[in-house]
T-cell receptor, first 111, second 115 residues
């Protein structure tokens, strides 16, 4: 699996958009970009994933650059409950594939 | 629907004792993963199964660790003998591989303390 690079920490004001970047310059053509988050003391939770098109769901939006070497997870209106560690992972989606976590970005949402 | 169920939620034991952690995956899922999380090493994948067969156990620290999946609805992770450095939160996750997003669903974890 391709490696990813994320900033170790970020801050965001409550109600503002949180934009979390991820670099994955060695991503292969068949690898997807996945985002998970882990709220303190809980198991990681899936947020969103994409291949090359931008994706949106009820939790977040995922913007992938045209060359697919980087992406941004957007939480449009961050709340205090979005304080968590966010992990960007690239992996092949089909078949039986493992998910390898890096160190992630610790997002702190403040009032 | 019930999610991934892990037991026990907390375990405190003494060095040298055997520890068994249990996991019930989501019904219908065909892949199961065991992870360990510590402050120093983050989330580490220990082993994963597909259709009850171990596929990759390269993350298992040493022979003291073993994992089994006797059927599609149950898995165990055993540490024998346990050591203080095994203290961690152990997560189990399951997914339906080959369909949809391949999203992993995690349990709430088993916090192990070895004295």
């Amino acid at each position: 699996d391709a490696k990813t690079t994320q900033p170790p920490s970020m801050d965001c004001a409550e109600g503002r958009a949180a934009n979390l970047p991820c670099n994955h310059s060695t991503i292969s053509g068949n690898e997807y970009v996945y985002w998970y988050r882990q709220i303190h003391s809980q198991g990681p939770q899936y947020i969103i994933h994409g291949l090359k098109n931008n994706e949106t769901n009820e939790m977040a939006s995922l913007i992938i650059t045209e060359d697919r070497k980087s992406s941004t997870l957007i939480l449009p209106h961050a709340t205090l409950r979005d304080t968590a560690v966010y992990y960007c992972i690239v992996r092949v989606a089909v078949g039986f594939q493992k998910l390898v976590f890096g160190t992630g970005t610790r997002l702190l949402v403040s009032p | 629907d019930a999610g991934v169920i892990q037991s026990p939620r907390h375990e405190v034991t003494e060095m040298g004792q055997e520890v068994t952690l249990r996991c019930k995956p989501i019904s219908g899922h065909n892949s199961l993963f065991w992870y360990r999380q510590t402050m120093m090493r983050g989330l580490e994948l220990l082993i994963y199964f597909n259709n009850n067969v171990p596929i990759d156990d390269s993350g298992m620290p040493e022979d003291r660790f073993s994992a089994k999946m006797p059927n599609a609805s149950f898995s165990t992770l055993k540490i024998q003998p346990s050591e203080p450095r095994d203290s961690a939160v152990y997560f189990c996750a399951s997914s339906l591989a080959g369909a949809g997003s391949g999203e992993l669903f995690f349990g709430e974890g088993s916090r192990l303390t070895v004295l």
